[in-house]
């Protein structure tokens, strides 16, 4: 059988403070299939975006290193690539997008030629070609009249056109696989609906396997084949998301669930996780979560959690998990 | 653009009227009587009567602006009080000489500025930063006569590279004409340089933690195109400002440096034209160095639309 698209095994990222190298990213591991769709979902300080820009090799080189683990993308080692190769592979075999369709992209360009810049960056090709082609990519992703409007600036394109935008230029060179930070987040709730049906349907045109992160489950739900739950620089539970949705097999699953708004039930206050996520290099001993967890026990105090294989596949970092039954959403 | 760039272009209108106004009230500020002052102090009550006449000083302030201003837009500016030297000749004459040397002293600043500046934001904490940071203390603290002195001392009389003063036309050889520059102008140019380090590598230390930066890295340009086109172009505006008020102290510098380096200038002639108190010329210049001003503003607001998009549409 050969190996997923994207490989992440063991990943252990630490980070330069004003108190040495603190661990950010402890033993993170999942995969993505060719044109699979997988969730990376927790709080803010989960690892999530830590994760997505270690995959990209995009880390600040200065105050960030991968200490242990490796990232392969169809087969090949990215974790100590060289920086030119890695450049090389940016944009072209994989990609991403940003949460702030604001101020992610430049203001001193027309928006063809920043399209057409990463074009020609891997495609090589006349200036014509490669305009043509951001041309057909703006159009792609429903820009209307996109001849002319790759002509304006990016401050002439409101949030949700300027989104499509970064979408069609991380779609230019049909990577393999893109990453999509939170990309509806900043947008109206309309738009968020538009761009979360114009990624699918990218998705399914160019065969692109999508990391969606994202901090909000309804959105995963909607969107993904499979998700990977981080908390506190851990993966504590990975499972399909149906599975997900009706047997969550890690607390911290459950408590996001719970978390979400219901329609169904409008009386009462929404629910919440009590206390917040603990700051890198003071993390409690024992599961991560047991401070915040409603069903701990004392050997969570103390006792290192390893990441459980489940009978139906994919993996929860609970001791109890084989004597837990936890709610599931409606 | 063009819309832009005309109502800028005639934004300078009432600008230029306001200086001619405040460059002729330039005579009536001079303390005691300009007829006295241009008749000689020997000088009959006749004498100074004539003169008076002659100036039209017996006519009404707003007649004689409007003679004044009348003739400078025909470019005629008057004559010299004491050679009858048309004013407007002798700016011609020593225009071209401080043109070459701000020309020259700005280009080595930026030869110095823009390498130094991106280094600088490049290995911000580091030592070529710090180095950079260092030049440009000093560079802003040197008074430009002294590093002229110096350069003169060492690269004209010890080790005779470049010659220690005098100017060479260009039509006598542009490389002679270029090797009188090179002193003079890094006299000139280093304080120049200093103060651009400084605005560029904060400039450019900002841009590069832009989100933009970010995109551009994810989609793979190379950290040579992330840096000198996206970085640069986005850095450049509070850079080009300061490009834009140096060429005032260039202006304002090259009368000491002319007269260190013997060069025939615009300061060369201002300073003798104060001296004499030959006001005619004094104007003369004071407009002139005024319209340059200008027009160097108009090509850094010009160029605000060109780096930054949404200044047009403003």
């Not at chain 1, 987040?185 to 349907?201: C, E, K, P």
């Not at chain 2, 280093?190 to 930066?213: C, K, W």
Request: glycine share 10%.
């Amino acid at each position: 059988m050969t190996e997923p698209l994207l490989v992440v095994e063991g990943l252990e990222v630490e980070f330069a403070t004003d108190r040495g190298w603190v661990q950010v990213l402890d033993g993170v591991s999942f995969t993505v299939g060719r044109g699979e769709t997988v969730g990376l979902v927790g709080e803010s300080g989960s690892g999530k975006t830590v994760t997505s820009l270690a995959v990209l090799g995009l880390l600040p080189a200065e105050s960030s290193r991968i200490t242990a683990g490796s990232i392969r993308l169809d087969g090949r080692e990215l974790v100590g690539l060289p920086r030119r190769r890695m450049e090389a592979l940016r944009g072209d075999e994989l990609s991403m997008i940003f949460q702030e369709p604001m101020t992610s992209l430049d203001p001193a360009f027309r928006v063809g030629d920043q399209i057409a810049e990463v074009v020609r960056r891997h495609r090589g090709g006349s200036k014509r070609a490669a305009w043509a082609r951001a041309v057909e990519v703006l159009s792609t992703v429903g820009i209307p009249h996109a001849e002319r409007r790759a002509r304006s600036y990016p401050h002439e394109f409101s949030g949700g056109m300027r989104q499509r935008v970064m979408i069609a230029m991380a779609l230019s060179c049909e990577p393999k696989l893109v990453i999509a930070d939170e990309p509806t987040t900043a947008l109206d709730v309309t738009i968020q609906a538009q761009v979360l049906d114009l990624l699918r349907a990218m998705r399914d045109e160019f065969g692109t396997a999508v990391v969606f992160v994202t901090h909000d489950l309804g959105v995963v739900a909607d969107i993904c084949d499979r998700a990977v739950v981080m908390y506190a620089g851990q993966v504590v539970e990975r499972a399909g998301v149906d599975a997900l949705y009706e047997h969550p097999r890690h607390p911290y699953t459950e408590a996001l669930l719970s978390a979400m708004p219901q329609l169904t039930a409008r009386s009462g206050r929404l629910a919440t996780i009590p206390g917040s996520t603990p700051p890198a290099g003071a993390m409690p001993p024992g599961c991560r979560f047991h401070p915040r967890c409603g069903h701990g026990v004392d050997a969570c105090r103390d006792t290192a959690v390893a990441e459980h294989p489940l009978a139906e596949g994919g993996t929860s970092r609970c001791l109890r998990v084989s004597d837990l039954a936890l709610k599931g959403s409606a | 653009m063009l819309r832009y760039t005309v109502r800028r272009v005639l934004m300078m209108v009432p600008l230029l009227v306001l200086v001619s106004l405040g460059v002729f009230a330039l005579v009536l500020m001079i303390p005691g009587d300009p007829a006295i002052t241009i008749a000689g102090e020997n000088a009959t009550e006749a004498q100074i009567d004539a003169t008076r006449e002659r100036l039209g000083l017996n006519d009404p302030v707003l007649v004689q602006y409007a003679a004044w201003a009348g003739h400078a837009l025909t470019g005629d500016l008057g004559s010299s009080l004491f050679s009858n030297e048309s004013v407007t000749g002798a700016i011609a004459g020593r225009f071209p000489v401080t043109l070459a040397l701000t020309l020259a002293a700005m280009l080595i600043a930026l030869l110095i500025a823009v390498p130094a500046g991106v280094v600088a934001a490049l290995r911000r904490g580091r030592w070529q930063d710090r180095g950079a940071t260092l030049f440009a203390s000093v560079g802003i603290s040197l008074p430009n006569f002294w590093v002229g002195i110096l350069l003169i001392m060492a690269f004209a009389l010890a080790f005779p590279i470049f010659p220690a003063v005098g100017y060479t036309p260009i039509s006598e050889g542009v490389g002679a004409w270029a090797r009188g520059l090179v002193l003079p102008g890094i006299t000139l140019g280093t304080a120049v340089a200093a103060e651009i380090t400084r605005q560029l590598r904060g400039s450019l230390t900002d841009t590069l933690q832009q989100d933009f930066i970010r995109t551009a890295r994810a989609n793979g340009l190379s950290a040579r195109a992330v840096v000198l086109r996206h970085g640069l172009k986005n850095a450049a505006v509070p850079v080009v400002t300061v490009i834009g008020f140096q060429v005032g102290f260039l202006l304002g510098g090259s009368v000491i440096v002319e007269r260190v380096f013997g060069l025939p200038g615009l300061g060369d002639l201002a300073i003798r034209a104060v001296l004499q108190r030959d006001i005619p010329m004094i104007q003369g210049i004071v407009v002139v160095a005024a319209l340059i001003v200008m027009l160097v503003n108009l090509a850094v607001d010009l160029s605000y639309g060109w780096l930054n998009p949404k200044v047009r549409q403003a």
